[in-house]
């Protein structure tokens, strides 16, 4: 069970969308666990993620309090996948996110390889997650389903906000931000690379997902064309 599963969205939505995650449990292995999900960490960089994190200090993209509202829209928006190793500084979950399967399959057979005794979780839809461990040769431990929303849906926002604001697991990128965002990049106000950035350094998971997050952007910009 992660908290990635309620992101939402059919199962086509996900074609760009492979979270991996890495995680000890208390009191089981988690004694010199610290080192091994640096290695995680590590070993996905060569593999080109879209995002790295962990939960204690979220990603690559991060907010900072040494700056002030004036300059945030000036700020540097160069994800630091280094820093995040770096940065890991207690057993935590960490993730890696990837917007194509080749990369996730790839990272996937290096931690195979690498047999941490973490255990390894894929988020993505239920047919990406199978492919995935039919390609790396490992069978399919459990699965685990998100209900979805009950009650008056009517009353949820729309399914481009939706799509953005459930990318961050602990619902820290804000249903009003994410629309915000939309409107902003189809008045031309801001570029969805930009949009993307901005949202992605309150997610503090570290498993919001850019490329993803800005095809939702690109596809409301053309919508309204």
């Not at 009191?27 to 993620?49: E, H, S, T, V, Y």
């Not at 990318?167 to 931000?177: A, E, K």
């Not at 919001?208 to 800005?214: D, I």
Request: net charge positive; hydrophobic share 35%; with cysteine.
């Amino acid at each position: 069970m992660t908290n990635t599963l309620h992101r939402f969205g059919p199962a086509s939505s996900f074609r760009d969308d492979y979270v991996v995650f890495a995680i000890c449990s208390r009191g089981k292995n988690d004694k010199d666990a610290l080192p091994k999900l640096r290695q995680f960490l590590a070993m996905a960089i060569p593999f080109k993620p879209v995002n790295l994190g962990d939960a204690r200090h979220g990603g690559c993209l991060r907010p900072s309090n040494e700056m002030s509202p004036f300059n945030h829209w000036t700020r540097d928006m160069t994800p630091d996948l280094e820093e995040v190793v770096r940065g890991l500084d207690a057993p935590t979950t960490v993730a890696a996110v990837f917007d194509n399967r080749a990369a996730a399959v790839d990272f996937l057979k290096k931690v195979k390889e690498a047999d941490l005794g973490m255990s390894i979780n894929i988020s993505t839809s239920v047919e990406n997650a199978e492919a995935c461990c039919h390609e790396v040769g490992i069978p399919r431990h459990s699965v685990g389903y998100s209900l979805g929303f009950e009650g008056k849906t009517e009353k949820l926002p729309n399914t481009q906000t939706m799509l953005l604001s459930t990318m961050c697991g602990h619902g820290m990128v804000s249903h009003s931000l994410a629309k915000k965002m939309i409107d902003w990049v189809k008045e031309g106000r801001r570029t969805p690379e930009q949009a993307v950035t901005y949202m992605a350094r309150f997610c503090s998971c570290g498993v919001f997902n850019p490329s993803r997050a800005k095809r939702v952007l690109e596809d409301a910009r053309h919508a309204m064309k």
